[in-house]
């Protein structure tokens, strides 16, 4: 009981102080953070961590308000644009698109350069993702990649069924804003779309503008793509890791001490965000099998097909990177 009496205390002075705290002038300084999921998504859930870490371990200095399934923006490309003219403090976003502001950042996204979740982890916590985090924050681009978060492997959904590449003939597949990820689709005989943010290739695909596009498991349901679309082949194309971002412009403003906590909050919540894909994606899957899609798996010899047909894509967007590619390979 006299525990008990002791927390509650304390946890009364603590608000007082920080009541107190921001009525004496320590004004707090409100952030906003952008993201395409819905609330209770994995990145949407390590975003709302983020933001209590955030306000707890700066005494409630600085309060991050996550504004989740595209309120603020409905394609992540325009989040972007928005961190570097500094409109918002944050945006978790997929490191597709950000590869048009740093090319280095497509070293990540290549067709399979990660053999599995373990083997890009490794490659992210090593000298090579920090090297790639360090180097966005030093480009000009005005963006501070803050930590890498799990985004699982991405696989083409589609309104007729893929089981060879000879398949892909003709598709118009919506893919993520960026060059590589079109040239991905046009390398296996069909035409890769951009400019159709996450939360609009449903209505795409209803429309006929896409006749398919590509995702993880959670986001084919979340996103209620899968009704629109019901074939999912399990290519695991590419394995491209989300990133949170912050605008160089906004941190600026701030104190030097606080950015280290802002970062360091960020890395805290890393494993957390992990831990949440691993089971979303179990569930999602598990809803979309039940809910009567066509889950084809390649074949060992359609799987090389694919393989093969996007190593072009190896030449075109990382010739400058083929040492960093080796190494990848044999970590
Ligand atoms: C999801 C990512 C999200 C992207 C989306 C996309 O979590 O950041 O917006 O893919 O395809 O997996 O654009």
Known sequence: MKKILATFASALLSAALLILATSCGNKQTVLKLAEVHIDGYPTALADAEFARLVEKKTNGRIKIEVYTGGALYADESDSI???IRGDVGFARVSSAPLAAYVPKINLVNLPYIFRDRDHMWK???SKIGDDILKEIEESDSGLVAICYYDADSRSFYTTRPIRT???MAGLKIRMQNSEMMKDLVNYLGGTGVGNIGSTEVYSAIQNGIVDGAENNWATYENMGDYLAASYYTLDSHTRIPEMLVASKEVLS???????EIIKSCAKEVQNFEIKKVIEKSKESEERIRDAGVTVIELTPEARKEFEDAM????EKYAANFTDLIKEIKSM
């Open 123 to 125: 490659v992210l916590n």
């Open 81 to 83: 644009k928005a961190l």
């Open 165 to 167: 590449v000879a398949d």
């Open 253 to 259: 403003k701030l104190k030097p001490k606080d950015v």
């Open 311 to 314: 190593i072009p894509l190896y």
